[in-house]
């Protein structure tokens, strides 16, 4: 994953930016969706593991 995908998670969950990172890393490894879209997700969930779970979902 990308260092500014990391940084973002960093910033944006702070205490939960560990949690958030596993749960992307797993999205990312059974999907092949540009970086891009794990920005959007990223982006759309607002820091908020509940709203990251639910975007990841459909995609």
Do not use: H, W
């Not at 930016?17 to 969706?33: C, G, H, I, P, R």
């Not at 540009?34 to 959007?40: G, L």
Request: hydrophobic share 40%.
């Amino acid at each position: 994953m990308s260092e500014d995908i990391i940084n973002r998670l960093e910033n944006d969950f702070a205490a939960d930016s560990q949690t958030a990172l596993a749960m992307l890393e797993d999205f990312v490894s059974k999907n092949t969706f540009s970086e891009c879209v794990t920005r959007c997700i990223i982006l759309l969930s607002k820091g908020n593991v509940e709203q990251l779970k639910k975007y990841i979902a459909p995609a």
